[in-house]
C-alpha cells in the first residue's frame, strides 16, 4: 500500500511521523503547508498531555480531560492525514515504514518521535507486580487498583492484610514520582479520609523509594531538600539510596527491607521505545538515538528524530532532559529544516535548547520551579505550576475543565473520577486490566 493525500500533486514530498506526542504533533503542526504531504502514524487516536497523567491515575481528572483526538486538533490542515495504527519497521533502502495489519508506506523523510517506555533494569519480571504510567490505560488500571485497595481493605478484618493493602510503595524519585505520591498521599488523608467507618484511609502508608542520595536529582540540591521535607509533612516515607532488589506479589524488597504491600507503582528509569533498531542507529545507554546537531541521524540525512527517542547534548555539554519541551522545540526544529529544503532554502542554524524552566508539583500549594536563576517554593511555584500547566494543555475545552476541577479540589478536597466497575481481580492476572472503571462526579 502507498501513501497519497487526497488533491496533492505528484511530485510532492512525502514526510512521515511515527508518534504524535508534543515532538510529532509539533512538527506535524508546523509543517502543515509548506509543500509536503504529511502522514501521522500513532498507536492511539488521541494526543496525551502526558504531564497531567498522574492526576488522572489519582482520580482528580478524567481521561478526556487531559486527552484530545488527534484529528481534532489537525481538522484545519488539509495535507495531514492521520493513520492509527503500529509501525513494526522501517526499510531504509526503500524508504518505506510499515505498519501492522495495514501495509507499507513511503516516505521523503521520516521522522521518530515514538517516545520512551519505563526500562526495568534487566529485571523484566518485576512488571507482572508493579504498575507503570505512561499511557491512559496505565493511569486507569493504577485508578482502579488504588480505590479498590481502600475499599477491599474495608471489608477485612485481619490487620495484616488491611497494612497491606493500605500500603503504597513508588518506586523513582523524579518528578513522576514525587507527584504520584504527593497525589497518592493527599488522596487518602484528604479524600477519602471520612468516607470509610471501619479503616482510617489517613492512616496509609506511602513509601517513595529512590536508589540515588536525593530525590528530583536534576534540581538544584535545596529544592530536593524542599521536596523531602514537603512530603514528609503529608506523611509519605522517603527512603534514599534505597534499591529495588525484589518486587513479588507480596511486595518488595527495598535495600534489604521487605515491604509488604499489593500496590507497587514503577516510575524509575526510561528506555527509548524500538525505534533504534528500526534503522540500526547508534545509541546512547538506555536505547535513545544519538542525533546530529540538525536532529538528523548520522549517515541518514533525512531521518530525524525527535524528544525521549532522541540522544542529544545541550551547551553545558549534559544530555537534553526528557521534558514535553523539548520534544516540542525538536518538533518546530525539524519542521523548519524539511521546509526550508523544500524550498530550496539555507538550512538553519543547529538546535538549541531554550530550557524555559522545570517544576514539579509536591501536592496542595506544595511545588518547586527552577527557573534559571529564579528558585521557587510553595504556594508560588504552585500557583506557576498550575498556570503553566493550563496553557500547555491542547483544547479551550480540556483547560476549561480542568481549571474547573482543580478549583472544586482546592475547596472542597473531593475528587471527581471515583467510580469503580468492574472486578480488580485483588491484583491477580494483567494487574487488574480486565477490569472496567467509568468516571463521573
Not at 299 to 307: D, S
Not at 344 to 370: C, E, H, M, N
Request: contains cysteine; neutral net charge; glycine residues 10%.
Amino acid at each position: 500500500m502507498s501513501f497519497e493525500a487526497p488533491k496533492t500533486e505528484a511530485t510532492r514530498p512525502r514526510v512521515v511521523i511515527v508518534g504524535a506526542g508534543f515532538g510529532g504533533l509539533s512538527a506535524a503542526h508546523d509543517l502543515a503547508g509548506h509543500g509536503a504531504d504529511i502522514l501521522l502514524i500513532d498507536r492511539a487516536n488521541h494526543h496525551l498531555f502526558q504531564p497531567l497523567l498522574y492526576q488522572v491515575a489519582t482520580a482528580a481528572l478524567a481521561e478526556s480531560d487531559i486527552a484530545t483526538p488527534i484529528r481534532a486538533i489537525l481538522r484545519h490542515a488539509p495535507d495531514v492525514t492521520v493513520l492509527m495504527g503500529e509501525v513494526t519497521g522501517v526499510d531504509l533502502e526503500r524508504r518505506q515504514v510499515s505498519v501492522r495489519d495495514t501495509g507499507d508506506f513511503p516516505y521523503d523523510y521520516l521522522i521518530l518521535a515514538t517516545g520512551a517506555a519505563y526500562s526495568w533494569f534487566g529485571h523484566d519480571a518485576w512488571a507482572r507486580h508493579a504498575n507503570v504510567l505512561k499511557t491512559l490505560d496505565d493511569a486507569a488500571a493504577i485508578r482502579l487498583k488504588l480505590l479498590s485497595a481502600f475499599e477491599r481493605a474495608e471489608s477485612r478484618r485481619n490487620p495484616e492484610e488491611i497494612r497491606q493493602l493500605l500500603t503504597f510503595v513508588v518506586v523513582g524519585g523524579g518528578p513522576t514520582g514525587v507527584e504520584l505520591a504527593g497525589a497518592i498521599a493527599e488522596l487518602a488523608r484528604s479524600t477519602l479520609a471520612r468516607d470509610f467507618r471501619h479503616i482510617q484511609p489517613s492512616q496509609a502508608r506511602i513509601v517513595l523509594a529512590e536508589a540515588g542520595p536525593r530525590l528530583l536529582a536534576a534540581f538544584p540540591e535545596h529544592l530536593s531538600h524542599y521536596t523531602v521535607h514537603a512530603l514528609a509533612t503529608l506523611g509519605v516515607e522517603v527512603w534514599l539510596s534505597s534499591a529495588v532488589e525484589e518486587i513479588d506479589a507480596e511486595g518488595v524488597l527495598l535495600a534489604g527491607q521487605r515491604i509488604a504491600s499489593t500496590n507497587v507503582f514503577w516510575c524509575a528509569g526510561t528506555a527509548a521505545r524500538p525505534a533504534a533498531t528500526w534503522i540500526g542507529a547508534d545509541t546512547a545507554r538506555n536505547g535513545t538515538i544519538k542525533i546530529a546537531p540538525d536532529c538528523s541521524v548520522p549517515g541518514r540525512e533525512n531521518v530525524f528524530a525527535l524528544g525521549d527517542v532522541s540522544s542529544q547534548h545541550g551547551r553545558d555539554g549534559r544530555p537534553l532532559p526528557g521534558l514535553a519541551a523539548v520534544a516540542e522545540q525538536h518538533g518546530k526544529y525539524v519542521a523548519r529544516v524539511i521546509a526550508n529544503r523544500i524550498a530550496g532554502k539555507p538550512a538553519p542554524k543547529p538546535f538549541r535548547y531554550r530550557d524555559l524552566g522545570t517544576l514539579a508539583i509536591i501536592g496542595r500549594s506544595r511545588a518547586v520551579a527552577w527557573l534559571g536563576r529564579l528558585r521557587l517554593t510553595g504556594f508560588p511555584a504552585w500557583l506557576f505550576w498550575c498556570l503553566v500547566h493550563l496553557f500547555l494543555l491542547v483544547g479551550f475545552r480540556n483547560r476549561l475543565v480542568v481549571y474547573v476541577n482543580w478549583s472544586w479540589a482546592w475547596f472542597t478536597y473531593g475528587r471527581g473520577a471515583r467510580l469503580i466497575t468492574g472486578i480488580d481481580d485483588e491484583g491477580e492476572g494483567d494487574n487488574g486490566k480486565e477490569s472496567r472503571l467509568i468516571t463521573g462526579d
